[in-house]
């Protein structure tokens, strides 16, 4: 890893031109790339030379983005896909197949458990939940013969827990398997899993990395630290030959830093084709040069906000890690010394009713299914995301009828609090 500090690459990270070449990035929007003979293409297509041939796999404007990603987050390789959703989906199933099980912490975002509990599992792939702050031998009884993967996030969404990365971490590797952890809301200038012990880091940059709402993606970073060949027996896409690239054996020719990405790209990007588009990367760019600065901002606000709301009457409860009423903030304390993102939520007094009335009164922050981006917006989940459920259910769920999801923006933080201090009077 390269040793200027993180903000200096966020802004110079993945991309240096050369002589006469553009300072920004460019755009490379070109589905296909020429070449002089079929022997240089034949030789892409075996994955015997480096290069582009057709923009589902790769493109070069993808590929500087990713490789700032690596960097920000302290790995060997890294590659960007269409959406958090894809990232997640292909981290896991790199390794997954039909008859794998995934170890999975319950407290994460609403469409990766839908992906894992429902969408995996008809691919025969079964998963067991725990507690994001389960003790090791609660996770350690979680696991099977068949498991493949450990899985969490950093910072849950929207529940706001704080992963016990390390804990995680040792159970997987003590039972030969990597840990993957979705780092999308303290970002790698609030934590890098990989320093914790994390293998696979993954990321929705729709949220803080790109910043301003523009451009959906995901990011799927290798820390090149699992040893695949050492567990071969359990990971056979990645140490035994791969019949459609005539017979390479991924963990052997690309070696532990490079096998996982080029076999996601090789395999699942080619069979799925869930690319960025190279636009939205160059956006995406554009949001990480600023993201060092803007986190700071979404933290100060963030923290002033939840501050403002444990105080206030009508407010029953408020989670966010860095206030020490909190029950995760001894691990926050560890992992996220910095801070960790600008999301927060509360429990209004007065259930669904009075979440309603609440956010029709906010003049600036806006109603939104979004976070983590510039503009401040809030949304409350039951009469939103989790509008099929009864009182009852959502209170099983842990999230009560009056929890509104509140995510900072970068306004100032005196607008911000008197926007909610009018709306909640
Ligand atoms: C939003 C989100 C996702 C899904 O990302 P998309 O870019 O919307 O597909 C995954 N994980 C977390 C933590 C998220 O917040």
């Keep these: 890893m390269s040793k200027q500090k ?31 003979t079929s022997a240089d293409m034949g030789a892409l297509f075996d994955l015997e030379a480096e290069g582009y041939f057709y923009t589902r796999l790769q493109n070069p404007t ?14 060997s390789a890294a590659m960007l896909t ?25 407290s994460i975002y609403g469409g990766t458990f839908n ?16 507690a994001p702050d389960a003790s090791r031998e609660e996770i350690d009884a979680a696991f099977k013969d068949n498991t493949r993967a450990v899985f969490g996030e950093t ?41 914790w012990g994390a293998d696979i880091v993954t990321h929705s940059t729709t ?26 027996d359990k ?48 956006l995406l760019n554009l949001g990480l040069e600023s993201l060092h600065v803007r986190m700071k901002k979404h933290v100060e606000n963030g923290q002033a906000v939840a501050e403002y709301l444990e105080k206030h009457p009508k407010v029953l409860k408020v989670s966010y890690s860095g206030l020490p009423s909190d029950p995760f903030y001894k691990t926050a304390q560890k992992y996220l010394p910095q801070g960790g993102c600008g999301v927060v939520s509360f429990e209004i007094d007065g259930g669904r009713a009075a979440a309603e009335e609440f956010m029709g009164k906010l003049k600036m922050i806006a109603i939104e299914t979004h976070v983590a981006d510039a503009r401040s917006c809030c949304l409350n989940p039951a009469t939103s995301t989790h509008r099929q459920m009864t009182d009852e259910q959502l209170k099983e769920a842990g999230i009560p009828a009056g929890l509104v999801r509140l995510s900072c923006g970068l306004e100032e933080k005196e607008d911000l609090i008197a926007d909610l201090e009018s709306a909640l009077a």
């Design 82 to 106: 269409s959406s958090g959703q894809a990232a997640n989906f292909f981290a896991l199933f790199n390794i997954c197949e039909c008859g794998s099980h995934i170890v999975s912490s319950a």
């Design 155 to 195: 910072i849950a969404n929207p529940a706001l827990t704080v992963l016990d990365i390390e804990t995680f971490a040792a159970a997987a590797h003590d039972h030969g398997v990597p840990l993957i952890i979705d780092n999308t809301f303290p970002t790698p200038v609030n934590c890098r899993p990989i320093e």
């Design 207 to 232: 949220k803080y990395m790109d910043g301003h709402g523009a451009a959906v993606g995901g990011a799927i970073v290798d820390s090149g630290n699992f040893d695949w060949m050492a567990h071969a």
């Design 235 to 282: 990971f056979p896409g990645l140490t035994t030959p791969d019949e459609s690239y005539h017979g390479i054996v991924y963990a052997e020719k690309f070696g532990q830093g490079g096998a996982f990405i080029t076999k996601a790209t090789a395999q699942l990007m080619r069979d799925f084709g869930c690319i960025q588009a190279p636009m939205n990367a160059y």
């Design 6 to 36: 993180i903000g200096t690459r966020c802004v110079q990270g993945g991309y240096t031109p050369g002589n006469g070449e553009p300072r920004q990035i460019p755009i490379v929007q070109s589905t296909t790339f020429k070449y002089a």
């Design 62 to 75: 993808n590929d500087y983005v990713a490789a700032k990603i690596a960097d920000l987050e302290g790995g």
């Design 115 to 130: 992906l894992i509990a429902n969408t995996m599992a008809k691919m025969g792939i079964e998963v067991t939940f725990v």
